[in-house]
């Protein structure tokens, strides 16, 4: 099973940003098909962000185009939150979730693995 680590979060000032990443652990992957992002906003449900697909074909929030982006670093098997003109309602706990094929003793199987999540206050 693959271990999702995020880090990048903490305090900025509204209009700062921050680049969160979610690294994920040495494996036998044998390929990753989804990678996104997810918060969950104090007394408020979990929402997607965004994310992507092997395809590359990306999807945001519309609370969040044009600020966010998303990317991914096959080589470091990392995927990042690029998050710009941070409002105060971003303040939220991100979590990275990823997809992937791995080899098992069975053979290769789909697994869906989440990061324990990073937190992200946006305050003056």
């Known amino acids: 099973q693959v271990q999702l680590v995020e880090s990048g979060g903490g305090l900025v000032q509204p209009g700062g940003s921050l680049r969160l990443s979610c690294e994920a652990s040495?494996?036998?992957?044998?390929?990753?098909?989804?990678m996104g992002w997810h918060r969950q906003a104090p007394g408020k449900q979990r929402e997607l962000v965004a994310d992507v697909t092997k395809g590359g074909t990306t999807n945001y929030a519309d609370s969040v185009k044009g600020r966010f982006t998303i990317s991914e670093d096959n080589a470091k098997r990392t995927v990042y939150l690029q998050m710009n003109s941070l409002k105060p309602e971003d303040t939220a706990v991100y979590y990275c979730?990823?997809?992937?094929?791995?080899?098992?003793?069975?053979?290769?199987?789909?697994?869906?693995?989440w990061g324990q999540g990073t937190q992200v206050i946006v305050s003056a």
């Open positions: 979730n990823a997809g992937y094929i791995a080899a098992t003793t069975r053979g290769a199987a789909d697994f869906n693995s």
């Open positions: 040495s494996g036998n992957i044998l390929r990753f098909y989804y």
